[in-house]
């Protein structure tokens, strides 16, 4: 069954320092993988996705991702953080079944802390 | 621009009240769903709709029914509210068949029920 794992409940990171969110997950088939961001009260919103290509992609807001696929990782990366990006993120994977259906299942999110 | 709109942002309701969650999206897509989502556990699929009058049922739909008799509405329905249903539950829509696209969400409803 198609999983998704993110590590950590939260990070911490000084503002203008690098941050990573780190996700690793399990699928059958080709990874379709995606990040959102939750602020508080709202909805997901979209950030940057992999289906196939290049390995760094790259999103909103100065995020990127780098996707791995010997170690199964898709972690979000800002080469230079902002106490605005405190925020919520979720990584997920699409699960495509055979007749073209498809669901997308969540990680537990990671709560990340900008400090100023 | 897609919009996904929840019809309330907060619901405070009783135990055993029949609680309805509205969800109505304007981009005419086919597939619409419901997830609930609490602190640790991520966003968790109660049912999900690929057309009209059509339902599938998500990874927790125990207490939970859903209605799609419009292709932009699609609602939820709590029939016996109980305290463990307390949660934020977030409408999502897209497109059928854009796999390689991402959901796009409402603003969530957080429901309390005391």
């Known amino acids: 069954a198609q999983s998704v794992a993110q590590p950590e409940d939260q990070v911490n990171v000084a503002e203008g320092n690098p941050l990573t969110v780190k996700c690793t997950y399990s699928v059958s088939g080709n990874p379709y993988l995606f990040w959102y961001v939750q602020y508080p009260n709202r909805g997901l919103q979209f950030l940057l996705k992999?289906?196939?290509?290049?390995?760094l992609v790259k999103g909103s807001y100065g995020f990127e991702a780098e996707f791995n696929k010997s170690q199964t990782s898709f972690h979000l990366k800002k080469p230079s953080a902002l106490v605005s990006d405190s925020a919520l993120y979720f990584c997920?994977?699409?699960?495509?079944?055979?007749?073209?259906?498809?669901?997308?299942?969540f990680g537990a999110g990671t709560r990340l802390f900008v400090k100023a | 621009d897609v919009k996904v709109t929840q019809s309330s942002r907060y619901l405070v309701k009783r135990t055993g009240e029949k609680v309805f969650l509205e969800c109505v999206q304007d981009m005419d897509h086919e597939n619409m769903f419901w997830y609930r989502q609490d602190p640790g556990l991520g966003l968790r699929l109660i049912y999900f709709?690929?057309?009209?009058?059509?339902?599938e049922k998500g990874d927790i739909p125990e207490g939970y029914s859903v209605s799609r008799e419009k292709k932009e509405r699609f609602s939820l329905i709590l029939e016996s509210a109980s305290t463990n249903q307390t949660s934020m539950y977030l409408c999502?829509?897209?497109?059928?068949?854009?796999?390689?696209?991402?959901?796009?969400f409402g603003n969530g409803t957080r429901l309390t029920v005391t």
């Open positions: 999502a829509s897209i497109l059928r068949g854009s796999y390689n696209s991402p959901l796009h």
């Open positions: 997920a994977v699409r699960d495509v079944n055979r007749a073209g259906g498809f669901k997308t299942i």
């Open positions: 709709s690929y057309d009209v009058k059509m339902k």
């Open positions: 992999y289906i196939t290509g290049d390995n």
